[in-house]
């Protein structure tokens, strides 16, 4: 079962999907077993590569890569290994280091090579931490309560948390992964998951009570809800996004939050002059790897220059939304200058009448600025990888 399992993940189906599946048709299975077949589903899927490396095949049995995991990575003797992978023997195993980046973090070689590119020496230790699960991380809503108050009453729930250092609306989860949708605090909604990274891209648009914000890539309202909060349920906040699907989503989590100010916006915006625009746009998603084991292997490297077209004419529709002396912020959780500083160039020579402005000047940590545009990353601030330009229109 297991192997049946890790072959369609090799075979390019969503790990997540392939688990589920999986542990609906095994009820039987005791819940040791359940965390086993998923640590081994994620673990291979995650570093087939390197597994492949270890057992010097570039397409190795699914067997093979379990044992290569077992012994290789995790150290159990080989044949004890070799018994749990269901093979008769223990292959042998290269020893040292792999030679190129891709291999040693199990990357496809274009993604590796593209990191190298992006971000020079940096690049082996930001590809070291696309491997290690990110914290799980709270947003506070400020509508209900305020930060030290959802700290205490999380831990009468049994659930310990440390403050955020960027975000001050920010709770890292300590220890043991909780059953956070399990817990009242949820349900009367006192926060809602969100990196820490996220929520500075949604506090860079420094929305105000009275004020009209536009989110106009409001997807299922992660941001949304934050600017509500900083609103304080006070002013015009429209959300749009042309998923339809997703906006449902949006307005069940505004009702649980308390947040009765968000106008939802189903087909594109037109007519008005916002205040603030945040477009968080659609990007290759290259930050958010670390948020699945697979996620590198369904990318298309095509999709890097795709998504730069699609961003330039919803930039272009916010430019025309954003009233004079008001701001744009333009965000994206990808690594990829052409989607990012490239992007915003493009658009401050296209666009006379908008200039770069300091991302959170007087509350910003200056280690999340590079070049003047925000920068988060797993490597150096423990957040997924995120950029944001913040522009405003001349008054
Ligand atoms: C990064 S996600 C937004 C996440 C959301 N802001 C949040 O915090 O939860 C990008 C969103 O852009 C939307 N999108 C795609 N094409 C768009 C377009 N032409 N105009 C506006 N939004 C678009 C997608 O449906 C997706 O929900």
């Known amino acids: ?20 599946r999986t542990l609906r048709s095994h009820r039987e299975l005791s819940r040791e077993q359940r965390q086993v077949l998923a640590e081994a589903v994620f673990n291979v899927g995650l570093w087939r590569r390197r597994l492949g490396f270890l057992l010097g095949h570039p397409e190795p049995s699914s067997s093979a890569l379990l044992h290569a995991l077992l012994h290789g990575l995790a150290g159990v003797p080989a044949e004890e290994a070799a018994r749990l992978a269901g093979l008769g023997a223990p292959p042998p195993l290269v020893t040292g280091e792999p030679p190129t980046l891709a291999l040693r973090y199990s990357l496809p070689d274009w993604l590796a090579e593209h990191f190298t590119r992006e971000l020079g020496p940096a690049a082996e230790d930001f590809c070291a ?27 009468d729930e049994g659930v310990e948390t440390r403050p955020g250092e960027l975000s001050p609306l920010a709770l890292h989860v300590v220890g043991p992964r909780p059953n956070l949708y399990g817990l009242d605090s949820l349900r009367e909604g006192l926060f809602e998951v969100q990196d820490e990274g996220s929520q500075l891209l949604g506090l860079l648009v420094e929305a105000r009570p009275g004020e009209t914000v536009l989110d106009l890539c409001a997807g299922a309202g992660g941001k949304t809800l934050l600017l509500g909060g900083a609103m304080e349920g006070r002013g015009r ?5 042309p998923d339809a699907g997703r906006l449902d989503r949006l307005m069940l989590r505004c009702s649980r939050a308390g947040l009765s100010n968000v106008q939802v916006l ?28 697979d996620l590198r292997f369904l990318i298309e490297p095509a999709r890097l220059v795709e998504m730069v077209r699609l961003q330039r004419d919803i930039l272009e529709r916010a430019r025309q939304l954003v009233r004079p002396g008001g701001r744009l912020v333009y965000a994206t ?31 910003l940590a200056p280690g999340c600025v590079r070049e003047g545009f925000l920068f988060c990353a797993p490597h150096l601030h423990g957040t ?6 913040v522009l405003k229109r001349e008054g």
Request: proline share 9%.
């Open 1 to 20: 079962m297991v192997t049946g399992a890790i072959d369609t993940v090799l075979a390019g189906s969503p790990a997540e999907r392939v688990l589920d």
């Open 129 to 155: 931490h696309l491997n290690v699960p990110g914290p799980i991380t709270l947003r506070v809503n400020t509508l209900r309560t305020h930060r030290d108050a959802l700290a205490a009453r999380l831990r």
């Open 237 to 241: 906040l429209l959300a749009h996004d």
């Open 266 to 293: 189903r087909a594109p915006p037109e007519g008005f002059l916002a205040d603030r625009v945040l477009v968080d746009a659609p990007c290759s998603e290259l930050g958010s790897l670390r948020r699945g084991p």
């Open 333 to 363: 959780c990808t690594v990829n200058r052409a989607e990012n500083e490239e992007l915003v160039h493009g658009f401050l020579r296209d666009a006379p009448g908008f200039h770069l402005v300091p991302p959170g000047e007087g509350w």
């Open 384 to 389: 997924d990888g995120f950029f944001a330009a």
